[in-house]
């Protein structure tokens, strides 16, 4: 178990100064990280947003879970006494969805042996930052969702991620609204120089300490770059976001893993993991004490046959 703190910088373009972008927000947050034998859990509680200029906001706590065949998610808001049912998204995919850096960045600062979207040695998909649902899916596994990746790992262990690095392949995919009032993916290139491409995502490992003869990270950071103003040169790009880790406390307590903090006891599940569901639909149902099936549960797979049917009677 891992307890760490996160400060997170937002940056946009100064027409009048290329080189020093304008901050529009910083926020504050509390991660905790679990993890044994393959599975984790991770969790942000947001703090104190300060927005430039300020606006009210209400401080929330989002949890990603590693489960069969995918991850479960949802976000509790504090002060939250309606009395509803908490909604949680199931996705076929082995990280958190990216919509929220933060817990992306504790992912890959606490995870053993990360499994990324790769493509193949030289390519993975990018790390989109979306609303979530079966857009977020779509747009993740578009085929010119992809960059050039380099990653390395620290040593000795070689367990945990030291960097890595993810290029745009000069394609902004991004979402938009269709007639029907449904997101849909929006391809388009970047126009020069930056069609041939760019550093648009960079982790690194900053501070590292030796637990059990394996370095693990103490400070991260990651920084998302986007193009500038009036470029020349297509590494012309200003930092759009930084994002550092800062380690609080470290435990390998059975005792600790234990008295993690549970899920409501009663969530109503938005399950996107069955393949080929009809677009913006998925399997619903509740679950209990955060106990989830696999995807071939046949329950799972009859409500997944019948939403098939409907839309292809």
């Known amino acids: 178990m891992v307890e760490a703190s996160i400060t997170s910088k937002y940056f946009r373009p100064n027409p009048t100064n290329a080189v020093s972008p ?30 430039i200029p300020p606006s009210p906001s209400v401080p929330y706590t989002q949890n990603s879970m590693r489960i069969a065949d995918g991850v479960r998610e949802f976000i509790i808001f504090a002060g939250n006494t309606n009395g509803g049912t908490t909604a949680a998204s199931v996705y ?82 991004d979402m938009t609204m269709d007639k029907g009032g449904d997101w849909k993916p929006e391809v388009k290139p970047y126009s ?7 550093l648009c995502f960079r982790f690194e490992v900053l501070e590292t300490t030796n637990c059990n003869g394996i ?24 930092v759009a976001g930084v994002l550092e880790l800062v380690v609080k406390r470290i435990s390998f307590a059975a005792s600790d893993l234990a008295n993690r903090k549970s899920a409501p006891s009663l969530l109503i599940a938005y399950d996107y993991r069955p393949p080929d569901l009809p677009k913006n639909q998925s399997v619903t149902y509740h679950v209990t004490d955060d106990v989830w099936q696999a995807v071939s549960d046949p329950n799972i797979q009859a409500v997944a046959r019948r ?3 409907n839309a292809n009677p």
């Open 192 to 198: 020069a120089p930056w069609d041939r491409g760019f």
């Open 22 to 51: 304008m901050q529009e927000e910083e926020t504050q947050a509390e991660a905790t990280f679990y993890s044994s034998n393959g599975w984790w859990q991770v969790e942000v509680k947001n703090l104190n947003p300060k927005t």
């Open 92 to 173: 076929p995919i082995a990280f958190p969805t990216t919509g929220d850096s933060r817990r992306l960045l504790a992912w890959l600062s606490f995870c053993p042996n990360p499994p990324l979207p790769v493509i193949n040695s030289k390519k993975m998909h990018r790390f989109l930052y979306v609303p979530g649902g079966s857009i977020a899916l779509e747009m993740l596994n578009h085929p010119q969702n992809e960059g050039d990746f380099s990653a390395r790992y620290l040593q000795p262990g070689g367990l945990f991620l030291s960097e890595l690095n993810v290029t745009n392949n000069g394609m902004s995919v």
């Open 215 to 238: 370095a693990f990270p103490l400070r991260t950071v990651i920084k998302h770059t986007y193009p500038t103003w009036n470029p020349k040169m297509s590494d012309d790009l200003y």
């Open 307 to 309: 939403l098939r049917k």
